[in-house]
């Protein structure tokens, strides 16, 4: 019995010279209607990110020649994550929300990608929630050196002498108030088998799960 095979379509809709990357795998590109992507735009591909090397933050209209509008740029990237750059799931069709680094500090950005309008918001974020209310976040200075090439450089961490911090850890952000809510600590995430293992000095065995 003959099988129809699904036809795909392959369209290039960015050039060089410089290079375009969106971003992570559990963010979707698309807007809602389906007529814009986001990217990033990135002037080097040869070394990883340091404090002052910026990426743009574009939109690409699908209806009208793949056109690249920049809208935006950000101090907090890297090249496996980008800045979390993504549609915000409250308003998913105008509004886009990514990471920046403003004032010496991390910051989310929540944008009107129409009327340019954008909220600032006090910690970067990692993960949103289906509804859009509320978003995650993490110490991305403390990841940068912890796992190279998923943190963002720039902004020092201000627990890099607390090996074992019990105020950082994962953080949820009201998207529209700006409230947080420590929700697990560093602490609370090494006392989770309930040894209390604490082992100072080696900071990547917090990664570490213990039989």
């Known amino acids: 019995m003959a099988v129809d095979?699904?036809?795909?379509?392959l369209r290039q809709i960015t050039a060089g010279p410089?290079?375009?990357?969106?971003?992570?795998?559990?963010?979707?590109?698309?807007?809602?209607?389906?007529?814009?992507?986001?990217?990033?735009?990135?002037?080097?591909?040869?070394?990883?990110p340091?404090?002052?090397?910026?990426?743009?933050?574009?939109?690409?209209?699908?209806?009208?020649?793949?056109?690249?509008?920049?809208i935006a740029e950000t101090k907090a990237w890297c090249w496996q994550q980008g800045?979390?750059?993504?549609?915000?799931?409250?308003e998913p069709e105008n509004h886009i929300l990514f990471n920046d680094r403003r004032d010496g500090q991390f910051v989310c950005i929540i944008k009107d990608i129409q009327s340019g309008?954008?909220?600032?918001?006090p910690r970067p974020v990692g993960a949103v929630s289906h509804?859009?209310?509320?978003?995650?976040?993490?110490?991305?200075?403390?990841?940068?050196?912890?796992r190279p090439g998923y943190g963002y450089e720039g902004v020092p961490d201000p627990f890099a002498k607390v090996p074992v911090p019990d105020n950082d850890g994962i953080t949820r952000i009201d998207l529209n108030t700006g409230k947080q809510k420590l929700l697990f600590s560093v602490a609370q995430a090494v006392d989770v088998d309930g040894v209390g293992a604490r082992v100072v000095?080696?900071?990547?065995?917090?990664?570490a799960f213990h039989e």
């Open 117 to 121: 309008k954008e909220r600032v918001l």
């Open 201 to 207: 000095g080696q900071p990547e065995a917090l990664f």
């Open 18 to 48: 410089k290079q375009h990357i969106f971003g992570y795998y559990d963010k979707c590109c698309w807007n809602k209607s389906g007529r814009y992507i986001l990217t990033h735009e990135i002037a080097f591909g040869d070394h990883m």
């Open 83 to 90: 800045a979390m750059l993504q549609w915000w799931n409250a």
């Open 50 to 70: 340091g404090p002052d090397d910026t990426a743009a933050i574009g939109i690409i209209d699908l209806h009208n020649g793949n056109k690249l509008k920049i």
């Open 131 to 146: 509804d859009g209310k509320y978003g995650y976040s993490l110490n991305f200075a403390r990841l940068a050196v912890l």
């Open 5 to 9: 095979t699904p036809s795909i379509e």
